[in-house]
């Protein structure tokens, strides 16, 4: 489950039937502050796209990325923006106007070896007429998974959600409404 999937931008269609959308401008700021923050910054227009019949298969769209993620010794805490807006909006069109992700995750290293992971995170999507296709309104996902190993042992358990109407657009997000617990075992001797 990702909020930002990169490979969302310039692309129409799923498959073998992906096709190319212009880009018109865009920058990309990313990089360490300060020794323990790292920072991301993204921005990028795209230009409207027609098939080969003329059929419209995308709106001119800014996508709007933000990222910051300060590291605490072994340990990691974030938070993320995303946002995709229509900047050019000819009335009777049946996209999403806009769709906005956001979400916090920390990484915390117990002990050395121990690691507790998680993430919350929510979408908004707007209420669109009928002949929009895809989930509406707000939803959440969330994920906390805690990891132990040793030299004999690597333990894992965790839980994740994902919503019915969570909707990350600029994302990745493989099926929606389930909730899916794991539990691992694995016995890996390290001998010196």
Do not use: H
């Not at 489950?1 to 190319?20: E, H, K, Q, V």
């Not at 880009?23 to 795209?46: C, E, F, P, Y």
């Not at 019915?164 to 617990?181: A, D, H, M, S």
């Not at 691992?184 to 390290?190: D, V």
């Amino acid at each position: 489950i990702d909020l930002f999937f990169s490979r969302n931008i310039g692309l129409s269609g799923a498959g073998g039937t992906l096709l190319p959308i212009d880009i018109l401008a865009g920058s990309r700021l990313s990089g360490k502050v300060a020794g323990s923050w790292n920072l991301g910054l993204l921005n990028i227009q795209t230009n409207d796209a027609t098939d080969q019949s003329g059929r419209l298969l995308s709106l001119d769209t800014n996508f709007t990325a933000l990222r910051a993620q300060r590291e605490v010794g072994r340990s990691s805490y974030g938070a993320i923006f995303v946002g995709k807006y229509v900047t050019n909006d000819p009335a009777g069109t049946t996209f999403n106007k806009w769709n906005r992700a956001y979400g916090v995750d920390a990484n915390w290293q117990v002990s050395e070896g121990q690691r507790l992971s998680t993430y919350l995170a929510r979408t908004d999507t707007p209420e669109t007429p009928d002949n929009v296709a895809g989930p509406r309104g707000s939803d959440w996902s969330a994920r906390g998974f805690y990891d132990f190993r040793n030299r004999l042992w690597q333990v894992g358990a965790g839980v994740t959600r994902v919503g019915q109407n969570f909707n990350p657009e600029v994302g990745f997000l493989p099926r929606r409404n389930f909730i899916r617990p794991e539990m691992r075992i694995f016995f890996q001797p390290q001998p010196t």
